[in-house]
């Protein structure tokens, strides 16, 4: 039993800020999987040199 003391060996193990960058990660692929698929479709006027400055830029803004 605790003293009352804050002790961290008594806690359960929960790698909390794993999980968190995992989910970043997710969702930094499915953002950019959604944008090359609405590239296309919303901007067809645009060359393959835009849509890759575009995609860059947005792999910039996720960091």
Same mark, same amino acid.
């Given at each position: 039993m605790s003293d009352g003391n804050?002790?961290?060996?008594?806690? %359960?193990?929960?790698?909390?800020?794993s999980g968190l960058r995992a989910g970043r990660a997710t969702l930094r692929t499915q953002? @950019?999987?959604? @944008? &090359? &698929? @609405?590239? %296309?479709?919303?901007? %067809? &006027?645009a060359t393959e040199e835009q849509r890759a400055? @575009?995609?860059?830029a947005l792999r910039k803004q996720l960091e």
């Open positions: 804050f002790n961290r060996n008594l806690l %359960p193990y929960r790698n909390y800020q953002a @950019l999987q959604a @944008l &090359e &698929e @609405l590239l %296309p479709t919303h901007i %067809p &006027e400055a @575009l995609m860059a």
